[in-house]
């Protein structure tokens, strides 16, 4: 069974920056190497809207509201996915999801099978 364990939430100012880290276990061999991983954020009664996720093959895609202030990196030997956001604004305020797929099953928009718990983050003005 795959479990994404997130870390690195809390409160920030407005301009400020945070590093959130997701670890991934369950996976087996190298298998965490052949997976998307990414990062979703989701607000209460909200829609879960695709902040940024890394393909196998090492593309990157950010969502369009966080383009230029976030930088998502994963570490295939550590089973490991983090996310630095830069230029925090207090609409970034959200629970942040870890996240992760196969490929060939994992809509952008959706995501893949895996989710961790999540992790707040609060950015006061």
């Known amino acids: 069974q795959v479990q994404l364990v997130e870390s690195g939430g809390g409160l920030v100012q407005s301009g400020g920056s945070l590093r959130l880290s997701c670890a991934a276990s369950?996976?087996?061999?190298?298998?965490?190497?052949?997976?998307?991983v990414g990062w979703y954020r989701q607000a209460p009664g909200q829609q879960r809207d695709m902040v940024a996720f890394?393909?196998?093959?090492?593309?990157?895609y950010y969502g369009d509201f966080v383009k230029g202030r976030v930088t998502v990196s994963r570490d295939n030997t550590k089973n490991t996915v983090e996310l630095q956001m830069n230029t925090l604004k207090p609409e970034d305020t959200d629970v942040y999801y870890c996240?992760?797929?196969?490929?060939?099953?994992?809509?952008?928009?959706?995501?893949?099978?895996?989710w961790g718990q999540g992790t707040q983050v609060t950015v006061s003005s």
């Open positions: 369950g996976i087996s061999g190298n298998m965490f190497s052949t997976y998307v």
């Open positions: 996240n992760a797929g196969e490929p060939s099953r994992f809509p952008p928009s959706i995501g893949g099978a895996y």
């Open positions: 890394i393909t196998n093959g090492g593309k990157i």
